[in-house]
Structures are given as C-alpha cells and as structure tokens.
C-alpha cells in the first residue's frame, strides 16, 4: 500500500512539475511571440458549434505602435485607473468589492488588467478558488516577466469585444471601418465601455446605457495619469521642433 501511495505522490509530483515549467514556457514564449489564441476564443467557437451557428473569430495581432493611445487610455480608466501603479493586484478595489458584497450589493469586479489578462491568455471564466488561485500566479509572473506595456499589448490583441471579435485591430475594423491605430477618443471610449459584456453590448450600435457610459469614460481618460503607450494622437508629439531641425539639417 505504501508502495503505491508513493508512486502516486511521485506521478503528481511529476504532473505538477511539468505544468510549472510548461506555464513558465508560455510567459517566456509570449513575451516576444503574438498569442495565436486564446482558451476563450476555443469556448465561443464550440458554444457556436453547439447552437448550430457559423463559426468566425476575428482576430488580427497588431504591435502596440499600431494601436491608437486613444484605445490605451480608455481601457485604463474604464477597468483599472492605478494600472501603472500596482503589482497586478489592486488591493483597494478587492477590499471595497467585499464590502459591497457582504452588505449584499450587487457582486462587482475588481480585477485589474494584469489579472484580466492573465485569466484571457492562460485560464478560462469562471469563479472558483482554484481558477482565482492560478489567476493571481499567472498574474505575478506576467507582472514580473512581461512588464506594463506588453500586459498592455496583449490585453487589447487578446480581449474579447464582440460577438467573435477578438482585440482592437478585429472590432476597429469591423465596427468602424479603420485600423486601430486611427482610433478616435469617442470611439476608444466607445469600445472600453462594451468591456463588461461585450456580446451583451455592441460598440457598432451602442444604447442609451453605453452612451452615457462612453461619456463618463471620455471624462475620465482626461482626468487620470496618461498612460504613454500606444501610437500617438498628438501631432504636436510628434513634430521636432523647427529651430532645431533648421539648425541641424543637413
């Protein structure tokens, strides 16, 4: 009997190791490779398979540099003000996310972008102490490995904004009709305000409800640290100036 017990304990030993460095792989590998797809998109096109509908994810992996600041701001101030502040965890929201539930107010999110990502790229939805576990261990080593502006890139190439749209470039394209470098403030905000439930919500034809949650958005994207990621909007940024470059040219 002991025999056996011991053969167990070494095959989840085993089972358990293998999974730690094939995690550590992952974060390795995707700190520099696009993610090709994500264990949601799988489930959205089974649950089609299920409901006897067409199958179409779009996705379209674009670098950071091609993805309007405009679309960085707005995800920051909608789902995660202190996102260049924390260590993936936001231990204030939690704090309040509790209070609220234990005086039974309606159950609200508190995950931060580093978390969202972490649980898009890696895990499935979902609650659970086990899912919410490896959520939070996923999260340190992206905190760690990849750093603010890569969480930030794959979050807006990986996050679910549609009815089978998946990132920025895919719902810029296919709501607006533009590359998501050429994103507008309103229609940034637009997008950041389908986050909660972005099959429930559609950017390309948003409710009263979203409207006013755009604005809200579009308020706050003025108010809070801008988050110097993504292609610029401002020309100004970008223009040398001309007593220099009259100087200096050759």
Do not use: C
Not at 3 to 18: D, F, P, Q, T
Not at 78 to 92: I, K, P, V
Not at 109 to 137: C, D, H, M, P
């Amino acid at each position: 009997m002991k025999k056996i017990l011991k053969k167990i304990a070494i095959r989840i030993r085993n089972i358990i190791l293998v999974l730690f460095l094939l995690s550590l792989f992952l974060v390795l590998l995707y700190k520099f490779v696009p993610v090709p797809f994500t264990p949601l998109m799988v489930i959205r096109s089974v649950e089609k398979v299920v409901d006897n509908k067409k199958v179409q994810i779009k996705h379209h992996w674009v670098p950071l540099s091609k993805i309007s600041q405009n679309l960085v701001q707005a995800v920051v101030a909608s789902e995660d003000n202190l996102f260049l502040a924390h260590n993936g965890f936001d231990f204030q929201q939690i704090e309040i996310a509790k209070d609220e539930a234990a005086k039974g107010k309606k159950l609200r999110g508190a995950s931060t972008i580093s978390q969202q990502t972490a649980k898009n790229v890696f895990l499935w939805n979902g609650g659970g102490f086990f899912r919410k576990g490896l959520e939070a261990y996923f999260t340190i080593l992206i905190e760690f490995v990849w750093g603010k502006e890569r969480i930030m890139e794959v979050y807006l190439n990986s996050i679910e904004m549609g009815d089978g749209i998946f990132g920025a470039e895919a719902v810029a394209k296919a709501h607006f009709n533009k590359h998501a470098a050429n994103l507008t403030e309103s229609e940034a905000a637009l997008i950041a305000a389908t986050l909660p439930n972005p099959i429930r919500f559609n950017s390309a034809n948003p409710s009263p409800y979203m409207l006013k949650r755009q604005a809200k958005i579009q308020s706050l994207m003025k108010k809070i640290i801008k988050v110097d990621f993504g292609k610029s909007n401002d020309k100004k940024k970008n223009q040398p100036s001309k007593s220099k470059s009259k100087k200096w040219k050759v």
